[in-house]
């Protein structure tokens, strides 16, 4: 079976209040991710029509501080479906409701994976790409993910043979004592 990626789409918007915070009187980022991680579980769960899990999120960066009072809209898509996992992209954009004015603060990839009652791993349906966008998507994901895997053997062989890697901590502001 192969969904399209209309058939999960998700979009949400809150409004920003006083409560949500952090000590600089920005919105705290860890907020921010909270409702990242809701809006990537409703739209893998509408993709596999499972309960989904979160395996792992890419890298994060918050390009600019959401106010109180804008309009925050997290717009979700799977972005790639494997045997059992989708990667769900998220685009967070903050209106200023006075202005109108829209900014792209943060996008991301959630990799959820579908789960069965009994906690297993589930098979999720195939992917429809219907447009040249959908498919630049799934084939980053493919890369991101190729990626993943050379920078686990390299961080892996760094760990396993040390010794061979500390000349490199010259360049940089630490101390070894070793």
């Known amino acids: 079976m192969f969904k399209s990626t209309k058939e999960s789409k998700i979009e949400i918007s809150e409004l920003m209040l ?102 297993k791993t589930e098979s999720v349906p195939g992917l429809i790409i219907s447009t040249k966008i959908e498919a630049k998507r799934f084939l980053r994901a493919i890369k991101r993910r190729q990626d993943d895997v050379k920078k686990d053997e390299y961080l892996n062989e760094i760990y396993k043979n040390v010794d061979q890697y500390l000349d490199i901590l010259k360049d940089y502001k630490v101390q070894v004592d070793i």
Do not use: W
């Not at 993709?47 to 979700?76: Q, W």
């Open 18 to 119: 006083p409560s949500n915070t952090n000590f600089g009187g920005k919105i705290h980022g860890g907020y921010i991710l909270s409702l990242m991680d809701q809006i990537a579980f409703a739209c893998a769960s509408k993709h596999s029509r499972s309960y989904c899990v979160t395996a792992s999120v890419d890298k994060v960066n918050f390009l600019r501080p959401i106010e109180v009072g804008e309009l925050v809209t997290m717009k979700a898509s799977i972005n790639y479906v494997g045997k059992s996992s989708m990667v769900v992209g998220i685009r967070v954009e903050a209106e200023n409701i006075r202005t109108g004015h829209t900014k792209h603060c943060n996008s991301s990839y959630f990799t959820m994976v579908a789960i069965n009652e009994e906690g």
